[in-house]
């Protein structure tokens, strides 16, 4: 950073305290994103993709390495790690969650230590309170998925090409490419970090031998991830729901992938960038530094190659694929902010202006659906505290699921379903090397049906009925009624006496 811009900052960093407190910098950050990304983490309901988690990190080593082969190979090194996970915690929403907390908070502690290493104290704790509450951050800190690891695996890796930069060692160049391969085999989108550590490297380099040792890491890295790369091409059937781009993908680039639907957020951070860029302008300031250059390149071109390879091959564009950047988001805020505020007064009126604009959509992700409106641990809870040993579960595979079929609702919470008898399973997940089971449909195994002593029927929520209702014989309603998973049980006599229903789903016991 010029010397100018830092002459801005000197206000902020005005009684700085001893250099031993300064050391505990990126440890209070990471406090403080982990408290907030795990608050509140055990209320929304798992969903489809914490589903999905459970399911294959809950198998052995060798039942997940098969199943990668068939399907989600770009999260099988995820996989094995929650695996670690869950062989020390279980598989609640909190001890699930708290896993991404965590990873959130090293992610934290790596924008403080990158803010350093590129700009002031002042940029850096900054930078760190603006990643704790950004969105997508407070969402991805308490996701069972692998976005808040690709957040800390982004920001270390480019604070190690920094060190590797400036010190100028080969060794650490082949650590690098070591940390790029794993960091690749995590997220393959993080890849497309590169071109911000070319940047990194242009700009701290001090001899031409960094260049080359930085270029062979680079090379030797995309050599040997490039296997996994192309064999991951082959799943990408898995991706087919992303809509083409469209019209609408700007507003998902500027709302959605940092701020998480928040407009007030979008636009406070809006705002502090305007004037902080017309405050750069108008001082003759306004040629970026290191950090917003860095950062820069670490937003737009992968953002751009996502785009450009949704636009000439296939829809691959998701604003949470991008959840990697996010340090690098913050980190230019962070400039904005101490740019803005000019003073720690004006810092901590800034940064308590985004806190609040952020704060609805905080409260809202952290509501009882949440979670694409799912409601697995709703269905889960009811089954749970009310189905007795024995009785027998129905699932209504004709039920308009989101985002997919009815059946991975029991990979969720798979203790609640072990205890009933589920005929209408299939070959179970780990025999098909599969993240679900195979569903059987209702008729097919109506012989069964007299020796259940209640059917526990989980189907799509019916808007014209209550929420709860109990009676000895209560109208199916039309939803139900239309459906085999309740025609078929009907000719035995089952007739429905209590009724929960919840976001998507529909719950309903029946007996004879």
Known sequence: MSTSIRQRHVAVEAAEPAPAARQWDAVAVAVLTAVLSAAGAARPSLWFDEAATISAATRSVPQLWRMVGNIDAVHGLYYLLMHGWYAVFPTTEFASRLSSALAAALAAAGVVVLGKQMSTRAVALTAGVVFAILPRVTWAGMETRSYALSMAAAVWLTVFCVLAARRGRPWWWGVYGLLLVGATVLNVFLVLIVPAHAVVVAMCARRPQTWRCWAAAVAGAAAATLPFLLFAQSQLFQVRWISPVGPDTLGEILQEQYFDLSLPAAVVAGLIMSAALAAWIRTGTGRPGMLAAVALTWIAVPTLALLAYSLLRHPIYYPRYL??????????????????????????IAL???????????????????????DYSAVADVIGSHAASGDCLVLDNSARWKPGPIRPLTAARPPVYQTLRDYGRGRTALQRERLWDSHIAVWAWADKMPDCPALWTVTERDPTLPDHQRGPDLSPGPRLGRSMAYQVPSRFGFHVVERWQFSFAQVTKSIR
């Open 323 to 348: 959840s990697f950047t996010a340090p690098a988001l913050a980190l230019l805020l962070g400039l904005g902010v101490v740019a803005v505020g000019r003073s720690r007064a004006g810092v901590a």
């Open 352 to 374: 308590a202006c985004l806190a609040t604009a952020a704060a609805p959509n905080y409260l809202a992700q952290r509501g009882p659906y949440a979670k694409a409106g799912m």
